[in-house]
């Protein structure tokens, strides 16, 4: 597989409802969509999971644009993949480039994506992926009171989501989990901070243990391990760390000094498939297994089909965060959306790269910035 050029696209697509989290709110979904074609004429396509603003990590859809476009691109441009194994040295080719990890694995990601196209096989077969079903949770925002959360959470429930994760914030936290307690009983709850806490909030931070929640997701800073570490010696519930493992080394550093017990993995965050595949292989080969699950980005369908080969790798025990499309969206960009099978199970189909599935009409519709990139002649 040689590449021929690479369609960038900006596309603002409207959301159901807002999703509000203790980092700000996002009324719609802004994502830099990478189609990739090759000299063959297969096409991949890719989503960069970077947000529009830089509240989650550090990259925007604005800097992702400048780094895919400027320096990521002009490194693969004569790449030849001729077996999967090449795929693998697409990250290495991208590593000179510091951080960016989000725009790196939309290049990546585009390139095995159009590899599985023009090969014919399923993306997660490349991946090793070895699951024929996905059980998925939901992540719920912070509702503006308290009933619409019950009536939120116990819906979720009934349509057979494995797991519910609640946004919280210092100030709502407790009260909120005491009250589906109290309403619901010992269901599979969980809560994801995003960073909202500080180690001063240790004691807060406490009070939820009594509510056994599965785990308690990236409560302090963004950046932090060490800070997680001493927090998860007072905590009884689980730690789980999403925005600092950035890396399979991270991952590792992570486990060594008991930063977390549970790891979320985002293709994305960690910079693409092939370096997810390490922080899976990473969580796996420990001792005893590190409980793994699959993150969401919010994705539109690309990015979620993405997400669902990878988490049919064997590694990936507790449920993710890859909702169906009609969570998010009244319409998505991939047709047929993703669906569950039956209720709270995902199949992992067999997608030979996510161009089959793209609408192109509706790529169009939500495009408010393009721009075509080939290599110089
Ligand atoms: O912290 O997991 C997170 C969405 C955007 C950015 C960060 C996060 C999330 C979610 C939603 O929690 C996950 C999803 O359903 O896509
Ligand atoms: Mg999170």
Excluded at 143 to 151: G, I, K, N, V
Excluded at 169 to 189: F, K, Q, S, W
Excluded at 215 to 230: K, R, Y
């Amino acid at each position: 597989m040689r590449i021929r050029k690479v369609v960038m696209r900006l596309l603002r697509i409207p959301l159901r409802e807002p999703f509000v989290t203790s980092y700000g709110a996002h009324e719609y979904k802004e994502a830099v969509i990478v189609e990739l074609q090759t000299c063959s004429g297969a096409a991949g396509f890719a989503e960069c999971t970077a947000l529009a603003h830089p509240l989650y990590t550090e990259e925007t859809t604005t800097t992702a644009w400048h780094v895919i476009r400027d320096f990521l691109l002009p490194r693969v441009w004569n790449t030849v993949i001729e077996q999967a194994a090449d795929l693998h040295q697409l990250r290495d080719k991208l590593a000179a480039v510091r951080g960016n990890r989000m725009a790196k694995a939309a290049v990546e990601m585009a390139c095995w994506d159009a590899f599985a196209q023009e090969q014919g096989i399923p993306l997660h077969v490349l991946l090793g992926g070895t699951r024929q079903e996905v059980e998925t949770g939901v992540s719920l925002g912070i509702q503006p009171d308290q009933r619409t959360l019950l009536e939120k959470v116990e819906r979720s429930f009934e349509q057979g989501y494995k797991r519910v994760k609640l946004k919280i914030a210092p100030g709502c936290d407790v009260e909120p989990i005491r009250a589906i307690r109290e309403a619901l009983g010992p269901v599979p709850l969980m809560a994801d901070a995003n960073s909202a806490y500080a180690l001063a909030d240790v004691e807060r931070l406490r009070e939820l243990d009594p509510f056994g929640l599965l785990m308690v997701e990236q409560p302090l800073a963004w950046d932090d391990l060490i800070d997680h570490a001493v927090l998860q010696r007072s905590l009884s519930t689980p730690v789980c760390l999403d925005e600092s493992i950035v890396s399979a080394a991270a991952a590792r550093q992570a486990l060594d000094i008991g930063a977390c017990r549970i790891v979320n993995l985002k293709v994305g965050r960690v910079g693409g498939f092939s370096e997810a595949v390490a922080v899976h292989d990473i969580c796996v080969r420990r001792p005893s297994p590190v409980p793994l699950w699959c993150g969401g980005m919010l994705e539109t369908g690309i990015g979620r089909l993405h997400n669902i080969a990878l988490a049919s790798l064997p590694g990936f025990t507790l449920p993710g965060d890859t909702s169906p499309s009609d969570r998010y969206f009244a319409e998505d960009l991939v047709d047929p959306p993703v669906t569950f099978s039956r209720p709270g199970v995902i199949p992992v189909e067999p997608v030979c790269g996510v161009a089959e599935r793209v609408r192109r009409d509706r790529l169009e519709r939500w495009t408010v910035r393009e721009e075509a990139v080939g290599p110089a002649e």
